[in-house]
Each structure stands twice: as C-alpha cells, then as structure tokens.
C-alpha cells in the first residue's frame, strides 16, 4: 500500500466546466501517473511525472492538463470536459524497486 | 501497434482448475518488468505478480505463476486450484526501462463456476 488517495472519488459534471482531480501519495515515489478505464480499452496513460515540475504526455493525453508542484500531490485538469471524458481515473505511483504500481482507489467521472 | 495484447476478453474455469490467461507484448527495450494485476468488481486494483526481463526463472506467487517466454514475448499469466473469489477482471502490463511507462493490455474477465 503506497498511500495513494484520489479525490474526489465521484464526480458528476456539465459539458464545458473544468474539472481537477487530486493524487496525494505518502510514500515520496518519484513516478506518478493518471489512467484512464472504458470498457474494451483497458487502462489508458494520460499524463505521467517523473519529479516534481516534470510531467510528459501519455497516449491519450489531448483535453487533458497535469501539474506536479509537489512531490505528492499529481494533478489532473481537464480544462473543458466533454461527455467523452465520463470515465474512472485511476492514478498510480511507481514503488522504488521498479516492479510494483500501486493504485488509487479511483475516481469515477460523469459528464453531462 | 499495440504494447501489450491481450486476446481473450472472458474467460470461465470451473472451480478447482487451473487457467491460463494469455498476454504477449512488444517492446524493442532490452530491460523491462511484466505484471499482472487483478480488478475485482469492487474496482481496486490488485497486484499479482512481477516478472523481470533478465529474470531466468518464471516468477511465482502461491496459486499465481508467470509463464515468461522471452524469445515469444509472451507472459501468460497461470492460477492454479482457481476459487470462486478469483472472479474478476485481469490486465497484463508493461514496464519499459525508457521513462519508466506502463502500457496495460484490454484485460480478461475470468469467471470461475462453482
């Protein structure tokens, strides 16, 4: 367990409004990332960071906006949402080892 | 193309039995790590097992192996004696040394009939 909390956990928004979520992690990892979950996709990558102030795009990054001022806290910013961003984001960090992930717990997006 | 694939989107085992779920990948990285997590229905997600690309032996986790075949590219994941609780969704990931991304396949829906 990495002490990963999202917040919120649900959301239900209009088209056009912003939206950030929040990643806090307690465990200091270097590497944080946002996904998304759809049905027949998988877990897509959104945005990853790699330090503070260090962020890269993922496959499925356009709408999307991170910020990592601190290194615990990923956030993700979705700057117009569309009804296409209703999705579950997950956020994870990468443990020190190299060989685990850890999860959040999930946000669950509703855009109307 | 796609980083990991994963062709079998349900899977049922009877209890008891053991069942493979299938995962190849690509990468031309020559250091990477290749896990299996679980998702139950509830939606955490849930590590499994973690295979390194110099490992020489297929990793194991209690009921949880890995089958590496390095030159294939495949990391089928094996449960063996499967239980009720097993039900859930199973996604196949890739870790490429370069930059530290994970690509994760479309997953499997395995369920297990009593």
């Known amino acids: 367990d990495a002490g990963i909390t999202q917040s919120p956990r649900h959301k239900v928004t209009e088209t056009g409004t912003p939206v950030t979520l929040r990643c806090h992690q307690t465990e200091n990892h270097r590497y944080m990332y946002w996904y998304r979950q759809d049905p027949g996709h998988g877990l897509r990558l959104i945005h990853y960071s790699y330090g503070v102030k260090d962020t890269d795009k993922g496959e499925v990054s356009d709408g999307y906006s991170v910020s990592r001022s601190k290194t615990e806290d990923f956030l993700l910013t979705l700057e117009s949402a569309t009804s296409s961003q209703t999705s579950v984001y997950f956020c994870a960090t990468l443990g020190t080892g190299l060989n685990t992930i850890y999860f959040g717990e999930g946000s669950w997006l509703t855009v109307v | 193309a796609q980083k990991i694939t994963q062709t079998q989107p349900g899977m049922f085992v009877q209890e008891k039995e053991a069942v493979t779920l299938d995962c190849t990948y690509d990468t031309s990285d020559p250091s990477y790590g290749l896990f299996w997590y679980k998702q139950p229905s509830s939606g955490e997600m849930i590590f499994l097992i973690y295979?390194?690309?110099?490992?020489?032996q297929n990793a194991t986790e209690g009921r949880y192996s890995l089958n590496f075949q390095k030159a294939r590219k495949s990391a089928n994941l094996v449960i063996s004696a499967s239980q009720l609780g097993d039900s859930a969704m199973y996604f196949c990931a890739m870790r490429e040394n370069t930059g530290n991304q994970f690509y994760f396949g479309t997953g499997t829906s395995l369920t297990v009939i009593p």
């Open positions: 295979q390194g690309s110099y490992d020489q």
